[in-house]
């Protein structure tokens, strides 16, 4: 760190970054030093050839057991050393080989005007480097062509469904006030998608991240907008700034609860012209994940690559695994995630599932995930709560997001997901600071996992601790509350009657 402040390297390194033909907001000196600076159990590795006035080589990394990747982890969406067109080829080959023997490296991904041709001129690096190239889709904010794709009749219905709702309105954010203040609710917002869909919660398991993001946004690093309806934010983007260029990378978000009005895709289209406005030219989508709504937005691609170096023998297993993926997408069609799962029959050892069944009536904890009832037996004193202080919040994802049980996350709030977008409306009961219940309120009419619609007004709990069984009195206030249907048919319906799955936690 002493290093990054000598007043020399710190300006040689801000010119770099300016003459480096691929250089991004990733490669930044605010970018890494905070990162360094918040991430310290991850330790500094700076290769280059400053020589204490100039510098035309800078490689910034972290060494974690021996393992080299870049700064910022998978928040840094393109990761790549600095160096001058004519000095490029001597710099990394060097700077690679200076490391080839004592560390295996990781970057992901790299800027497509990166030259990379010196790989064909060296074998041993050759060797040992697997390069995997990726599609990079990129929307141009052109603000002619923008405003057209919102007056098209389904987007602009839409609009005037939601604007039927309430005031809605496009804004960026400025002031870091004001960031701090709106960031809870987007953190929210993306660890709930994120964990429904890919099980993952990276900011709520190390909230670092989320002091990074405002230390990026006091740097200006960041652009920050948000779609309201009156005061609710129902869909943002938290994007870095390079030059002209506003990546997807950050947060993008949008409310569960307004899905079927598409608002992520809506304040993307606002976001380009509203770059437009202020002389960005492109929103860089970023590669992964282009055969969904990126595929919609994008107006042209670019190529990145992923390098992966480490031992000839891992670098071809690197090689062999990505083939058969390859081969696996090919067979089942366009869907990575089954392609994905498909080749790891291939490469991962079958594991037999050891899970052991419990009965309902020795089972504490049940829950209803996508029409099937599971009967778990759990020791974690969070599941006990207080039941003398019983309270309960309507629609609140933060309570989704505090479910106890680790190994049933992803499939409580995949279900959960389901049920929102589907019209279906939760109220989280909590024992003190514990979730001890989750209970739906399902509308007729509203469509079920089976595809079969509910013929009447219907409640259960997706999730339900023991002692919550036989205390009935908060469900009661929550209909009286809440003014729910008095035709519900409240002992019949709400406790879980079938059991299809049982397995101990």
Partial sequence: MELINHCNFSSGWDKLVKECPWSTVFQKREFIATWYAKFNDQTPFMITDWNGESMTGLFTLVEENGKLSYPGNNLAEYQVWLSSSENNDKFIKEALDAIR??????????????????????GKLKNSIFLKAYSQ????????????????????????????????????VTSS???????????????????????????????????????????????????KLDEEIIASNVGFISNDTVHLQGLNTHSPFYSKFSPGILHFL?????????????????????????????????????????????????QVKDALKTTAKTLIGNNTKKASQLSKLFTSPIKKNTTENNSEENANIQ?????????????????????????????????????????????FLSDALYRIENGQTFYAIKGGDHLIG????????????????????????????????????????????QELPESLSLFANLIPSKSSLDHQS
């Fill in 101 to 122: 023997k004592d560390y295996s490296l990781h970057l992901k991904y790299i800027p497509s005007k990166t030259p990379l041709e010196w790989l064909n001129s060296n």
């Fill in 137 to 172: 889709p990129i929307m141009q904010c052109d603000e002619v062509f923008l405003e057209k794709e919102l007056k098209k009749k389904n987007k602009k219905e839409k609009i005037n469904r939601l604007k039927r709702q309430g005031k809605l309105s496009f804004e960026r």
């Fill in 177 to 227: 006030k004001e960031f701090r203040a709106i960031l809870p609710n987007l953190i929210e917002q993306n660890e709930f998608r994120k964990g429904a869909i890919y099980g993952k919660l990276a900011f709520l398991e190390d909230p670092r991240r989320i002091d990074f993001l405002s230390k990026a946004f006091e740097h200006n690093l960041l652009h920050a907008s948000i779609l």
């Fill in 270 to 318: 606002m976001l380009g012209i509203y770059l437009s406005k202020e002389n960005y030219n492109f929103f860089d989508l970023t590669p992964g994940g282009i055969d969904g709504y990126k595929s919609k937005l994008a107006t042209s691609y670019s190529t990145t690559h992923e390098i992966l170096m480490d031992s000839v023998f891992t670098t071809k297993k690197n």
């Fill in 367 to 411: 829950l209803i995930i996508k029409g099937n009832q599971i009967n778990l037996t759990s020791n974690e004193p969070e599941l006990e709560g207080e039941t003398s202080s019983i309270t309960y919040q309507k629609n609140s994802i933060a309570d989704l997001l505090s479910f106890p049980l680790n190994n049933e996350k992803t499939e």
């Fill in 438 to 481: 989750t209970i739906w309120y399902i509308p007729r009419g509203t469509k079920e996992p089976d595809g079969h619609k509910r013929s009447q007004d219907y409640m259960e709990f997706s999730y339900l601790t023991l002692h919550l069984r036989n205390n009935w009195n908060v469900v009661r206030l929550i209909i009286k509350e």
